[in-house]
Structure formats: C-alpha cells, structure tokens
C-alpha cells in the first residue's frame, strides 16, 4: 500500500503570497494532522481533521487553514506568507485520533518564503 | 502545556555499541502516551516505540526499549547492537490523553553511527 503522499515536495513563494499544500493519507485512514517543522526543531502541531471535521488546532495565526475532503485527502492553505513560514510541513495519517495510535507521516513539503 | 525537553542535540556510537537517548517532560496530567519517532536523513518520520503512561512495564521493539520513570517524568530510548541505519534525528513526543489530537515534539538528538 502507498504511504503518506504530499505534494508538491519543494516551493518558494515570496512574501505575501498565499500557498495551498496537498496531502493523501493511507488508504483506510480518516484522520489527517499537519505539523510545521522549523529547521532545527521538532515538529509544532497545526490542525488535525477526522471524518472531514476540525478536532484540533494549534497555537498558529487564522492565516493558516485546512481542510478534508470526503476522500480524506487534505489541504494546507497559508496566506499572507511570511518570511518565519519557511519550514518543513509534514502531514500525518492514521486510521483513528489519539491514545496509542500510530501517526504515519509523509515525506514533507518544504516551502521556502523569500 | 505540556512540553517535551530533549537534552542532548547530538549523539554518536560506535556500530554495535548501545547508546541512550534522554528524554523529559513536563505534564500535569496522570494519563498519557510517550513515543519515540524516527526521522532519517530522507525526512520521513517513522515510529520506533511507544509507552502507555499507565504501564509500569517498559517498552520493547527487538533492538530498541525505554526507561520509563513516570515520578521522574523521564523516557529515555535505548538502542542495543547499533546499524548503520540506525542514523537520524529522534524525536521524543508525548500526547496527552485528554487533548488526545496532537503530538507535543522535543526538538531532537541527531545520532550518528560511527562504523
């Protein structure tokens, strides 16, 4: 089976552009969490989704939204881009939220803000 | 909030030694989940074991286990018998179970396996 999938895996944008980041979850999962990764860090929750609703957000701005699809595909959306969103952003699948389960991350997208 | 402290940025052992990796937290809460992921050089982040919170009995996955100590709120990693594949940057994370949607990272140990 075909892991995690995000696309596109590198971008550059430039200041005050707006981005809109994919992501396909394994086949069978419903939930789907995005993580920004900062260079040098560890990676910083931003949205979770299950069954195509909002369970969870992160300390970031209403610049970033997201959203699923009733495939349970995902998109990032990040407006007003600023220099400090450079960053690696990972997407993160699994077939239900929270306890023990297993979070099955993607390769990544990096955006780099110019 | 919860946070998540990794003490040592890097790390290095020789090919079939054992080396540890520390990790902190800091929590009010009794309930939670410890895991420790994986991220070689190629980024993809993958889960190497984790810890119910609830569980005196420490985690095993062949090579890897951990030291859970919950009073000293620690969650160490130790590998035996290092790979070379063994390289990458491990994170320490913890995920409370009552906000139980996100993955709360410490910042990372890059280990590097010396052959």
């Known amino acids: 089976d075909a892991g995690v999938t995000q696309s596109p895996t590198h971008l550059i944008k430039t200041r005050g552009q707006q981005v809109t980041l994919r992501c396909s979850p394994i086949?069978?999962?419903?939930?789907v969490s995005w993580y920004q990764q900062v260079l040098g860090q560890g990676p910083q929750f931003i949205f979770q989704?299950?069954?195509?609703?909002?369970?969870g957000r992160g300390n970031f701005p209403d610049r970033f939204s997201a959203r699923q699809f009733p495939n349970y595909s995902s998109e990032l959306n990040v407006n007003a881009l600023l220099l400090g969103d450079s960053a690696l952003y990972l997407c993160?699948?699994?077939?239900?939220?929270?306890?023990?389960?297993?979070?099955?991350f993607g390769p990544g997208t990096r955006l780099l803000v110019l | 909030a919860q946070t998540v402290t990794q003490s040592q940025p890097e790390m290095s052992v020789q090919e079939a030694e054992t080396v540890t990796l520390s990790c902190t937290y800091d929590?009010?809460?009794?309930?939670?989940?410890l895991f420790w992921y994986k991220q070689p050089p190629s980024r993809q982040m993958i889960l190497v074991i984790r810890?119910?919170?609830?569980?005196?009995q420490n985690a095993t996955e062949n090579r890897f286990s951990v030291n859970f100590q919950k009073a000293a709120k620690s969650f160490s990693l130790k590998i035996s018998d290092s790979q070379l594949g063994d390289a990458a940057m491990y994170f320490c994370?913890?995920?409370?179970?009552?906000?139980?949607?996100?993955?709360?990272f410490g910042k990372g140990t890059l280990l590097t396996v010396n052959p």
């Open positions: 989704y299950y069954e195509k609703e909002e369970r």
């Open positions: 810890q119910e919170a609830y569980k005196q």
């Open positions: 993160a699948s699994s077939t239900e939220t929270g306890g023990m389960e297993t979070q099955y």
């Open positions: 086949s069978g999962h419903k939930s």
């Open positions: 994370a913890y995920r409370s179970a009552s906000s139980n949607y996100k993955l709360t």
């Open positions: 929590t009010s809460e009794s309930d939670y989940y």
